[in-house]
């Protein structure tokens, strides 16, 4: 029979205001943290990172905070935009080598 | 500018075929990996490759294998190709954290 697949958890914000994507991740001694993009057809992009030794980082019109207490992470767009639209995917390296475990991803959509 | 290629972006093969997918990137990077992303399910690792020739098991290698000949190309491989297998493939390298992804292989197995 036909499976049915999991659904993304789904953030609807309106053109122009700020979007605020979570994201809880697993293990204490993960030491770096990776924000990635992925529209729709595309593999995923690359947005923002930050390391375990800070709580704030900032980009062009986007910004992530790093909560190690509760091991949380966020990612803030500032004037979202239409071009915006697209599923987020945070990641954590435990450094002990180079591969990440990545979350399961949230879908951001813009109202005009 | 950063590449990372994937031979095809779509396939549909047979239950029980051998299926080959490639990937090739030109950022000389050290670290290569296969990926099968699902809904709902993120993206989990198959296999990755930190050299030549070397190679170690992610999270769900079962029915899959793969090869590193040579540094810039990573392929994947499906020994006997079965109907849970179709998904999204993504390859991705990188030298440090940061992984470069390239667009996807979607697979069909019918």
């Known amino acids: 029979g036909e499976s049915v697949g999991l659904h993304l958890p789904t953030l609807s914000v309106q053109e122009g205001d700020n979007s605020i994507i979570n994201c809880a991740y697993s293990n204490s001694a993960s030491d770096y943290f990776i924000w990635y993009k992925q529209e729709s057809g595309k593999g995923p992009q690359f947005i923002i990172d930050?390391?375990?030794?800070?709580d704030k980082r900032q980009g062009q019109r986007v910004t992530v905070l790093l909560n190690k207490t509760v091991k949380h992470l966020s990612l803030q767009i500032a004037a979202t935009q239409p071009g915006d639209s697209a599923v987020y995917f945070c990641?954590?390296?435990?450094?002990?080598?180079?591969?990440?475990?990545f979350g399961s991803g949230t879908r951001l959509l813009v109202r005009p | 500018d950063v590449k990372v290629t994937q031979s095809s972006r779509y396939l549909v093969k047979r239950t029980g075929e051998k299926v080959f997918l490639e990937c090739v990137q030109d950022?000389?990077?050290?670290?290569m990996f296969w990926y099968r992303q699902d809904p709902g399910l993120g993206l989990r690792l198959i296999y990755f490759s930190y050299d030549v020739k070397m190679k170690e098991k992610g999270d769900i290698p079962e029915g899959y294998s793969v090869s590193r000949e040579k540094k810039e190309r990573f392929s994947l491989i499906l020994e006997s190709a079965s109907t849970n297998q179709t998904s999204m493939y993504l390859c991705a390298s990188s030298n440090f954290y940061e992984q470069y992804f390239g667009p996807g292989t979607r697979l069909t197995v019918t």
């Open positions: 950022m000389d990077h050290e670290n």
């Open positions: 990641a954590e390296n435990m450094g002990s080598s180079y591969k990440l475990i």
């Open positions: 930050i390391r375990s030794n800070m």
